[in-house]
């Protein structure tokens, strides 16, 4: 005898799916190896996937917020442009600047010869003419009977030429209030 018995049938079967020997052991670690390498490479290929799509969806978020920010900002250009250009403001700011409707066109046609009756603008019917200051002379404000500042401006020197007077109204521009003798 060999010193093992020899089995049969069922036993037999069941000791096949059984180790035999250790020899069997050392095959079997590089297969095993391979497995967890496999996963362990796997785990970190999701790992990575994961974080570059969390990155990603990161950066998206930042430019959807920047997107709609921008847009909200140019809704609110376009609001002011159109705030600027709608008729009633260019009207006013017309009289602003002291312009007034023009009257009937006359047109010149292509032979040279003139279309209608050209008529004058009209002239400015408001009670009180709305004056255009662009800016206000350093010493009108100040200025005493004879025209000079008596205060010398902050900063101690004096200003080396006095600044032009710039016209701030039109020609028909309404004369001050006068005082009363006796108050």
């Known amino acids: 005898m060999k010193g093992r018995p020899e089995l049969k049938g069922r036993a037999a079967r069941l000791a096949g799916l059984l180790p035999a020997a250790p020899g069997n052991q050392a095959a079997r670690t590089p297969f095993v190896l391979l497995v967890v390498v496999l996963l362990g490479g796997g ?4 790992l990575m996937l994961n974080s570059a799509l969390s990155e990603g969806s990161f950066r998206l978020d930042d430019l959807q917020r920047d997107t709609k920010s921008l847009t909200d900002e140019e809704q609110a250009l376009q609001r002011d442009i159109d705030a600027y250009s709608a008729p009633d403001a260019l009207q006013r700011r017309a009289r602003e600047l002291g312009m007034v409707p023009g009257g009937d066109p006359a047109f010149l046609g292509s032979d040279g010869t003139v279309k209608g009756v050209p008529s004058p603008a009209a002239a400015r019917q408001s009670a009180a003419p709305v004056p255009l200051v662009l800016r206000v002379p350093e010493t009108a404000h100040t200025a005493g ?6 205060t010398p401006p902050p900063g101690g020197a004096a200003p080396a030429t006095p600044a032009p007077a710039v016209p701030s109204a039109p020609a028909t521009e309404v004369p001050p209030p006068t005082t009363t003798p006796g108050r």
């Not at 785990?43 to 999701?46: A, C, D, E, P, R």
Request: glycine share 30%; hydrophobic share 50%.
């Open 43 to 46: 785990l970190i290929g999701l």
């Open 145 to 150: 009977a004879g025209g000079a500042d008596p």
